[in-house]
């Protein structure tokens, strides 16, 4: 069953086509990974899905849904789920802050939030904290649960996002370049847990990246994109050896 | 047409001046990366030095004009660039902000510390005699010195500085020391020496800004240049601070169209007595509204400002369990014995002083949840707290509502206020939120506060006895005590327990990264707007509280200067912590108590000294005053940990 439909997505930046008429789909527990070279449009078309950038043309549905006139946290609500290229973290919050936050912003209520805290109701919940627990758990965090995330590395950080990110369960991932800036042994785990989390959740995942290793180990279907076009689609070795994506890649002998 | 012609030729100067500032304005940030609030003050400074130096001690006009502009004005620019703006991490926006407030309400305090007050008035012109009328336009529209100077000025800088940044193999340097000077460095460029040349040319222009608009006033005072200055922001803002021509035009255009409609309207109409001297103010609206490149004006556009380090951890990190003990049994002790002294034995003249102080905390603390929670830069704390003040007077005035009771309903009112700017700025972030906000505070200032149906008229009104209860305008007792400790009290308590909560994380992840915030599911529109909702109804509070203990409720208690100066004092103690508000009140009350003690021209001395602690913002955020209580934590928590560490066994040499 389609989770997430994309047809005909248009951005241009003044005279630059940064996305031309791209059209994508994503099952439910599948893992689509979006590959190209660097300008390729990949990460415009993620701020186009999940809302941060508006597009020009094109729709995009959720579950049968048109969410293309949706603010950001709307989408997030709707059960969309984001980690991104330069980090995105909340420097003075500890880790297990940063998915109380998440989870609390999937459910809470506008107005009610004040007068709860303004009685001192505002702690998170028992429930809250063993859902948190758990994913921390799951990811490997729970022993630095209550450091600030300033205080830990960058390999560390990205498990951060990404937990943020799955513990209100989402539907769907949109993960952007999640191994920028980690070292092999690094890329494998996270290549590991993403997939797992995956399996686990049935959620959807689009990836984003360049480490075709890491790609290659989390994505069942390939998509590749040049100069803000879809060139090729489908299973990794077919991709690879498509002369469009050689082309993209290495350039026209 | 002559009549045209004779209303809009005496705005020339006006005109001028602000395009000599927008093009100053829009120079610094293509090249620095800074939008430089203290640029006003750099002009002033020059400007005083030049009178000072021509009235007071006889110099000759070219000899001051040297010193004063020549030298004075590129060093301090230098002087900016070396202490202070290249230390501040290029992401960082707030910090350059904040430093950039600093100088405003710094400089204008420290000169006459320094020099003395001074006689400054009467300023002679560099080049033409003002009064004297060179020619005629049409039949008798007399052009004199002043109007040739500031063209004649306005027209040389526009093209010495175009042609410098764009003919220039320096100016390209310094164009793109602006965008990074890290990849020019990459690139093989001295960039601190492009940068600081950059800052150099900025002053020096700053210093012939300042010194030619001199004669154009009575006497030389700060006051004008800031205000000059904040209309020429406008004219830099529909230039989106990108072309330098476009913000001399708009500069010219600002102020020719001000003089002309004022020449056009009645004098008794509420066009020419509110409107028109908020017109460029409304300018700085529009221009924020509707030219998108100042959406996300001041933030960081480095490729490398990544790898800028982290902050420093808050102060309170650093506390063990045993030292947190000790601090509360301290807190609660002191916390009493004050609330004994203020009922025993405190001299009035001291309880008045500190009751004041408290008054000035609860506005503080609405500086502290909007900054230092949410991460938001409000320029207009003290105008919300005179809406609620005069709100609360007028409704005991028309309505005879109890003051109290008009004081909850005058904070609805800063709340309403403060919730609509922030529905209006949505779109803006950072140093366009700031400036947005410090146009609506001026918009107060000389539109909305000085109306005589709002005020009374500049010099206020004064709260009479029947308006309050319990004889709270009494000097005798303590009645206005106790209502200033409860209103503290409850809201240190509600933003304490705010910042715990919900909100307070959500606020804090916004503050953090906005796209992450909003990437989880907050709404960020909301909790802005509930942010600006309840910080609007602590500036309220506090300033209803600051008009009983004044009995005088007056334009001038709560105009922009006083936002600026709001934003520097809590910065300096910590904006980060409710302590840090309520330090910042009290220290700032004592502080000016005790200086009535010392000589006149040391009376500015108070916003000197938190001028120079909110310099320090880039490196200790958290406030100088947190700093020190991190670093007095952590060596009383390295005494106890040795005090409590086993004997060691005997050593009896070195391995």
Redesign the interface.
């Known amino acids: 069953m389609t989770l997430l439909q994309v047809r005909g997505l248009t951005k241009s930046f003044g005279g630059t086509v940064a996305v031309a008429g791209v059209d994508l789909d994503l099952s439910t527990g599948e893992s689509v990974g979006l590959v190209g070279p660097n300008g390729a449009g990949k990460t415009t078309l993620f701020d186009c899905i ?1 809302g ?1 950038l508006r597009p020009d043309a094109g729709t995009i549905e959720l579950d049968g849904r048109d969410i293309g006139g949706l ?3 709307r989408r ?2 709707l059960g969309m ?2 980690t ?1 290229q ?1 980090l ?6 500890s880790v297990r ?2 998915l ?3 989870l ?3 459910h ?1 209520a ?1 107005w009610g ?2 007068w ?8 998170p919940s028992r429930e809250e904290l063993a859902t948190v627990d758990s994913v921390l758990e799951a990811v490997g965090l729970i022993d630095v649960a209550d450091t ?1 995330v ?2 830990l590395g960058l390999g560390t950080c990205r498990i951060v ?1 990404l937990a ?2 799955v513990v ?1 369960r989402p539907r769907v991932l949109l993960a952007d370049e999640p191994s920028s800036g980690l070292d092999e042994r690094e890329t494998a785990e996270l290549a590991h847990l993403l997939r797992s989390l995956q399996v686990e959740r049935a959620m959807g995942i689009l990836l984003v990246e360049h480490d075709l290793a890491m790609v290659e180990a989390v994505v069942d279907r390939v998509v590749v994109m040049d100069l803000g076009r879809v060139v090729a689609s489908g299973s990794f070795h077919e991709v690879m050896r498509a002369p469009a994506v050689q082309r993209a890649y290495l350039g026209s002998p | 047409m002559e009549q045209l012609l004779g209303f809009a030729v005496p705005g020339i100067p006006y005109g001028c001046a602000y395009a000599v500032f927008a093009v100053g304005l829009v120079l610094t940030y293509q090249t620095t990366g800074v939008f430089n609030f203290g640029y006003g003050a750099q002009a002033y400074a020059s400007a005083f030095v030049f009178a000072w130096l021509v009235d007071d001690h006889a110099w000759p006009t070219w000899a001051a004009f040297v010193c004063a502009v020549a030298i004075l004005g590129p060093v301090l620019g230098l002087l900016f660039d070396r202490l202070l703006f290249r230390r501040i991490p290029s992401a960082n926006s707030t910090a350059k902000i904040v430093t950039g407030l600093s100088l405003l309400v710094g400089i204008p305090a420290l000169l006459p510390v320094v020099f003395g007050n001074g006689n400054l008035v009467g300023v002679p012109s560099v080049v033409f005699n003002p009064g004297t009328v060179y020619f005629h336009l049409g039949a008798d529209v007399p052009v004199n010195g002043t109007y040739l100077s500031a063209v004649l000025f306005t027209v040389a800088m526009l093209v010495v500085v175009v042609l410098l940044l764009r003919a220039t193999h320096l100016g390209l340097e310094m164009r793109a020391a602006a965008e990074s000077s890290r990849l020019l460095e990459l690139e093989g460029v001295d960039a601190p020496r492009v940068t600081a040349t950059a800052w150099a040319v900025s002053g020096l222009m700053a210093g012939i800004a300042g010194v030619l608009l001199a004669p154009t006033e009575v006497t030389v005072q700060a006051q004008d240049y800031v205000t000059l200055m904040v209309a020429a922001i406008a004219a830099a803002a529909c230039a989106a601070l990108r072309s330098m021509p476009v913000a001399a035009l708009f500069g010219v255009l600002i102020g020719v169209v001000s003089l002309t409609a004022q020449g056009y309207l009645p004098t008794s109409s509420f066009w020419y007595s509110a409107v028109l001297p908020a017109f460029p103010f409304i300018v700085l609206v529009g221009a924020l509204l509707f030219v998108p490149g100042l959406r996300r004006l001041g933030q960081a556009t480095d490729p490398l400002s990544s790898v800028d380090p982290p902050l420093p951890p808050p102060a309170a990190r650093a506390r063990g369990r045993e030292i947190d003990r000790i601090v509360r049994t301290g807190f609660w002790a002191l916390l009493f014995a004050f609330v004994v002294s203020m009922l025993t034995w405190m001299p009035p003249a001291w309880e008045t002083v500190l009751n004041q102080g408290m008054a000035y905390s609860v506005i503080f603390l609405s500086v502290t949840f909007l900054t230092g929670t949410a991460g938001q830069l409000s320029l207009a704390q003290a105008t919300l707290a005179g809406i609620a003040a005069f709100t609360a007077g007028q409704l005991a005035i028309h309505l005879g509502l109890d003051f109290l009771a008009g004081a909850v309903l005058g904070a609805l009112a800063a709340s309403l206020v403060a919730g609509l700017l922030a529905v209006a700025s949505l779109r803006l972030r950072g140093l366009g939120l700031a400036l947005m906000t410090l146009a609506a505070a001026l918009l107060f200032d000389v539109a909305v506060f000085p109306a005589q149906a709002v005020s009374g008229g500049t010099g206020g009104f004064a709260l009479e006895s029947h308006w309050l209860p319990l004889g709270l305008l009494s000097a005798n007792g303590h009645a206005y005590f106790v209502l200033a400790f409860l209103v503290l009290a409850v809201c240190v308590g509600g933003v304490r327990l705010v910042q715990r909560g919900t909100i307070g994380r959500f606020l804090t992840a916004m503050r953090g990264s906005e796209l992450g915030a909003a990437g989880v599911g907050v709404d960020l529109a909301w909790q802005r707007v509930l942010a600006f909702v309840l910080s609007g109804a602590l500036a309220g509070l506090g300033g209803t509280l600051l008009a009983i203990q004044q009995t005088v409720i007056a334009p001038g208690e709560f105009n922009y200067q006083l936002s600026l100066a709001f934003v520097v004092i809590v910065v300096t103690t910590g904006v980060g912590t409710v302590e840090g508000a309520i330090q910042a009140g009290i220290g700032l009350v004592v502080l000016e108590q005790l200086l009535q003690y010392a000589p006149g021209r040391l009376q500015g001395l108070a916003f000197v000294v938190f001028a120079l602690g909110a310099l320090t913002y880039a490196a200790h955020p958290e406030g100088i005053v947190e700093l020190e209580k991190r670093r007095w934590t952590e060596r009383a928590e390295r005494v106890l940990s040795r005090r409590h560490r086993a004997p060691a066994p005997a050593v009896t040499g070195r391995s």
Do not use: M, N
């Open positions: 999940f941060q603010s950001t946290w997030a609500r789920g984001r991104y330069r995105e973290v909340f420097p003075d919050l802050d940063h109380v936050i998440a609390e912003a999937s809470t506008r939030r004040l709860k805290d303004l009685l001192g109701l505002g702690v600030p300033a205080a996002e943020r990110a209100a």
